[in-house]
């Protein structure tokens, strides 16, 4: 069973192939998640901008959305053959567009059909296919009924759940609402853990330090981080690694990049908690400097924040 002892979510809008190699260079150890991906958007839409990446972000897994096994089966090969190292699928999105597609958080009412989506995939696919999940939907409270999903869908051969431990409401709130009002029950999640020794628990929501990740790990497999990761990517970084190399490392690959914007944006936390870490966001999100589209700006962002007494930036 593969490891998922660090993970980073999978974030709409935020967990492109840019960020996922970016975070990669921060972190050797993190496993990364692509944003969701729906059925519809691999059968009907342009596959390759959906399910390219590079090779240096492994371990890498694609996150589906879907709810008919033989799409959801056909996608997964898809991403097999793109060279995707886990197939996950996403039963924890509470948003009002993800319910009228039928899937995400919804699904966790119908066990069963979950469990013929991962039977399905399993016929089609070598890699390890998981699900991430929440702790109940709705009014839904009981411990029992989590239990009782994982019970099912690992008969189907699930080996990993990545457990938001939040229930998901499905009508009312918005989908950030969702990852902050309903309460955390990470009871829940160690009680999985110890019913189901021989399952890979993984746990999620509002994990932002190392002393959380340190204290979760004493009951589960892995932890997950969500946009504590994204604001604050350094939080992750290898020991021995310096700020300094990862920048060269993004201006490397800013080079083959057509968009430097597509780039910088999501490296603005990576000065998170540093004396010059406003100084570090102006300059990768000044407009003027970003349209000549120069990777070199990221070379001139790091000297700005590095070099001593160096209070202001001076395009070169």
């Not at 496993?31 to 972000?57: C, N, P, Q, W």
């Not at 039977?119 to 009924?145: C, L, N, W």
């Not at 990768?284 to 349209?291: G, T, V």
Request: aromatic share 8%; glycine share 6%; proline share 5%.
């Amino acid at each position: 069973m593969t490891s998922h002892r660090i993970c980073v979510a999978p974030m709409m809008d935020w967990t492109d192939r840019h960020c996922r190699y970016f975070l990669r260079q921060v972190s050797s150890r993190a496993r990364l998640y692509t944003e969701m991906i729906t059925t519809g958007a691999l059968i009907h839409g342009d596959v390759e901008r959906h399910l390219g990446f590079s090779k240096e972000e492994h371990p890498v897994a694609v996150q589906l959305g879907g709810s008919d096994p033989r799409e959801i089966a056909n996608c997964a090969r898809l991403a097999e053959r793109y060279g995707y190292d886990e197939i996950n699928l996403n039963i924890g999105c509470p948003s009002e567009r993800v319910q009228k597609g039928a899937f995400g958080a919804c699904l966790m009412a119908e066990p069963r059909l979950v469990a013929e989506c991962v039977e399905a995939i399993r016929r089609e696919v070598k890699i390890p296919v998981t699900v991430k999940h929440r702790i109940g939907i709705d009014s839904i409270e009981s411990y029992d009924f989590v239990r009782d999903f994982v019970a099912t869908v690992s008969q189907a051969g699930c080996g990993t759940f990545i457990v938001h431990a939040r229930n998901a409401v499905l009508k009312g709130l918005s989908p950030k609402e969702n990852r902050e009002l309903p309460p955390l029950k990470y009871d829940y999640v160690y009680r999985l853990k110890t019913e189901f020794r021989d399952l890979q628990i993984v746990i999620n929501g509002g994990i932002t330090s190392w002393a959380d990740i340190t204290t979760h790990l004493a009951y589960v497999d892995g932890a997950m981080l969500g946009r504590a990761a994204y604001h604050n990517p350094w939080l992750l970084a290898d020991p021995g690694k310096t700020r300094a190399d990862v920048v060269q490392a993004m201006y490397e690959y800013a080079k083959g990049v057509d968009s430097l914007r597509h780039v910088s944006r999501h490296m603005l936390g990576l000065y998170h908690g540093h004396r010059k870490a406003r100084l570090w966001r102006r300059l990768l999100s000044d407009s003027a400097r970003l349209k000549p589209n120069r990777p070199e700006l990221l070379l001139e962002a790091l000297e700005a924040v590095e070099t001593p007494g160096y209070s202001e930036f001076v395009p070169a």
